[in-house]
């Protein structure tokens, strides 16, 4: 089955860039999402990625994508302390409907 | 835009009771789905809907969980009756059709004594 991978825990001075990396197994993955969970809250869609695409930019979020290595990355520029959160990367298969979740790496950004 | 909305957003119950978790989804979309979150297992998702008729409830747990989605802007995830395992957050989100992008409630936060 389908499995995503992401480390537990990351932690930045703010300011700094922090990248958050993912890797997924499934090749027919057609939309890479990465999400964004505060204490206490839900998930709040951060940005997504189509899989024929190796790079997307969004303000301070960068998401690069390689797909010969099943590999994601989540930069966030100027990191801020308000950006400490749990970030959850996500992969949809084409021919299922469901997401399946990694286990969330913790940011914690230092001032 | 309201957004995904679940109630109630705690919910605290000793064993044996019956708990309802309700989740109303974005107006307009015809996809909902209901994940649970712990510490153990991550997010899970237990059954989704498209079109008020559910498609794939591999995920849930076993006889005690029951979902219904009686119409367009209403879903309720039912466990009955509650033990102590089945604490953890409980996610609604919906989407404007399956496979485009989901959108999560606030979740439930359940705790089973």
């Known amino acids: 089955g389908e499995d995503v991978e992401q480390s537990l825990f990351l932690s930045v001075r703010e300011g700094d860039s922090s990248v958050i990396n993912c890797t997924y197994t499934?090749?027919?993955?057609?939309?890479l999402y990465w999400y964004k969970q505060e204490p206490g809250a839900g998930l709040q869609l951060l940005t997504y990625?189509?899989?024929?695409?190796d790079m997307k930019q969004d303000q301070r979020l960068t998401v690069l994508l390689n797909k010969k290595d099943k590999h994601l990355s989540l930069r966030i520029a100027d990191t801020q302390t308000g950006d400490s959160a749990i970030y959850f990367c996500?992969?949809?298969?084409?021919?299922?409907?469901?997401?399946?979740f990694g286990s969330g790496t913790q940011l914690t950004v230092l001032p | 835009d309201a957004g995904v909305i679940q109630s109630p957003r705690h919910e605290v119950t000793e064993m044996g009771q019956e708990v309802t978790l309700r989740c109303k989804p974005i107006?307009?979309?015809?996809?909902l789905f209901w994940y649970r979150q712990t510490m153990m297992r991550g997010l899970e998702l237990l059954i989704y809907?498209?079109?008020?008729?559910?498609?794939?409830d591999s995920g849930m747990p076993e006889d005690r969980f029951s979902a219904k989605m009686p119409n367009a802007s209403f879903s309720t995830l039912k466990i009955q009756p509650s033990e102590p395992r089945d604490s953890a957050v409980y996610f609604c989100?919906?989407?404007?059709?399956?496979?485009?992008?989901?959108?999560f409630g606030p979740g439930t936060r359940l705790l089973v004594l």
């Open positions: 989100a919906s989407s404007l059709d399956s496979g485009e992008t989901q959108y």
């Open positions: 499934d090749s027919s993955s057609t939309y």
């Open positions: 990625i189509f899989s024929n695409m």
């Open positions: 996500a992969e949809q298969s084409g021919s299922a409907r469901q997401l399946t």
């Open positions: 107006s307009g979309h015809n996809s």
């Open positions: 809907f498209n079109n008020n008729v559910p498609i794939d």
